[in-house]
């Protein structure tokens, strides 16, 4: 009788184990054979691509750009060599509707980069059926393109926030020139960056001998001594434009004052904040130098100056900046330097005014030196001013 109610004890337990999962064993117990079983095998990440200007690199980005069969001539003759001569990316290149977009960087006008476009197309046997500029015209272009298979392609090219590597360019001009010595003079011709010079000079000294045949590397800027509002106090100098000379007395004196450095690249103010702020007398100097293809550049720190508006309406050249004055400790001309030169790197171009003094040449070779990885990494270049535009 007991054997049989621990049989019985035995069978109940069993079952218990079967339909409540406390029971259950924690370990299940699997067959022999795993027929009828799906049996789940690791995922393994796709191997990592280190050339990313490798093929696979761009497919793996690109996909759609791969896909579509219309697109491989466009994609082989015109897409991809203008990204890549440009050392450019898969994220600068989208589909966005009916457009493949290029996305550009600053540095260069949008027309280049439509003539180069045009260029690749023509010698693939494209034809650009159709072409639109947009207001602004440097922001946008579109193209309508037809292969020679009769397949097409809706190109639109578009300028971005970046700068192309290389393409900031930083002026500097130095001023104040009128008491430098022949020796000092040429420290500042040997210095190995491209340097604008103010020359002083007027019809009875003329220009001094030390700054005849600069280097390719340096760049001539004629001083123009203008009205002061100190004046008569304060004395400009001969061959000054004062605001009651009339047009032709304006171009007589500029006339006069060019042909003591023919080759100089244009003018840089000295005085002036009266003259500045007179409409009038600055629209015939900007008339009289865009004329001459010369550049004016406005050191009279006047914030009532006329020069950016009138410069706009005359179609010249024209750049407004404030003199640097010299630092005996070197800490504020350094970062200085560095402000201007990052800002530079993010607009595309800067110019930098600094007024000589004594060893400036070797000290700004030290500073450069001295920053030259973080300018490395910004890609700027040294250029004269008349080089910014």
């Not at 690109?62 to 440009?86: A, C, F, M």
């Not at 996305?103 to 439509?114: S, V």
């Not at 020359?199 to 045949?213: A, E, F, K, L, Y």
């Not at 008339?287 to 005359?314: I, P």
């Amino acid at each position: 009788m007991r054997l049989f109610h621990r049989f019985t004890l035995f069978l109940l337990l069993i079952s218990i184990g079967n339909i409540h999962p406390a029971f259950a064993a924690k370990h299940p117990v699997h067959s022999g054979s795993s027929k009828g079983r799906k049996i789940q095998k690791p995922i393994r990440p796709d191997p990592a691509i280190v050339d990313t200007n490798s093929e696979a690199y761009w497919r793996k980005k690109l996909p759609w750009l791969y896909r579509d069969t219309g697109l491989v001539v466009y994609r082989e003759s015109v897409i991809l060599p203008l990204l890549k001569r440009h050392g450019l990316r898969p994220v600068n290149l989208a589909k966005r509707g009916g457009f493949v977009e290029l996305t550009l960087p600053k540095g260069r006008p949008l027309h280049e980069y439509a003539y180069e476009a045009e260029s690749l197309s023509q010698v693939s046997g494209i034809r650009v059926l159709e072409g639109h500029e947009f207001d602004p015209p440097e922001a946008k272009v579109e193209y309508s393109l037809q292969s020679a298979s009769g397949s097409s392609c809706a190109l639109r090219l578009l300028l971005g926030k970046n700068l192309l590597a290389g393409a900031s360019r930083m002026a500097i001009v130095v001023v104040s020139l009128g008491t430098v010595s022949d020796e000092e003079s040429k420290s500042l011709l040997a210095f190995p960056e491209a340097l604008t010079l103010a020359i002083p000079g007027d019809d009875s000294t003329g220009v001094r001998s030390c700054w005849w045949n600069l280097p390719s590397n340096k760049q001539a800027f004629l001083e123009l001594p203008m009205e002061p509002s100190g004046y008569p106090y304060v004395k400009p100098g001969r061959g000054a434009l004062f605001i009651h000379h009339s047009r032709s007395e304006v171009e007589k004196l500029l006339q006069a004052r060019q042909n003591l450095y023919p080759s100089a690249a244009g003018f840089a103010t000295t005085f002036g904040d009266r003259a500045i702020e007179n409409r009038p007398l600055l629209e015939n100097i900007l008339r009289y130098t865009s004329a001459h293809s010369k550049v004016f550049l406005d050191l009279t720190s006047s914030s009532r100056s006329f020069t950016a508006s009138v410069a706009f309406e005359a179609s010249a050249v024209a750049y407004v900046a404030r003199i640097q004055e010299p630092d005996a400790t070197g800490k504020i001309l350094e970062a200085e330097m560095l402000r201007r030169c990052e800002r530079a790197g993010k607009t595309g171009e800067g110019i930098w005014v600094l007024r000589y003094f004594p060893g400036l040449p070797n000290h700004l070779q030290r500073l450069i030196e001295k920053n030259g990885k973080q300018l490395n990494e910004i890609g700027l270049q040294w250029v004269t001013l008349g080089a910014l535009r």
